[in-house]
């Protein structure tokens, strides 16, 4: 049965797919960028909270808040 369908169904032309795929690119490239435009927000709020370990002398959780850093650093490139 899926035999005799898919000889009835006709074939996508080729501009088509290409419109397919770009717009399957666009739309992941976007996806791309919110993820990093979230991480860089991240990144924004843990160097304040830093910047506030730092002013209260607290050097420990300074720098496990770098760490974070670092490794949202790592993702994005």
């Known amino acids: 049965m899926e035999k ?11 501009q088509q797919l290409l419109r397919d ?4 690119l ?3 490239c976007r996806n791309i960028e919110r993820q990093i435009r979230d991480i860089q927000k991240e ?10 370990a730092a002013k209260r002398n607290d050097m420990g959780s300074a720098k ?3 760490t974070i850093i670092l490794c949202n650093l790592k993702l994005i490139f």
């Not at 005799?4 to 080729?14: D, F, S, T, Y």
């Not at 795929?21 to 399957?24: C, G, I, S």
């Not at 990144?43 to 506030?52: L, M, N, R, S």
């Open 64 to 66: 496990v808040l770098l």
């Open 43 to 52: 990144e924004k709020g843990v160097q304040k909270a830093i910047k506030e």
């Open 26 to 28: 666009r739309q992941e």
């Open 21 to 24: 795929w770009q717009r399957k």
């Open 4 to 14: 005799v369908m898919n000889v009835l169904k006709p074939k996508p032309n080729p």
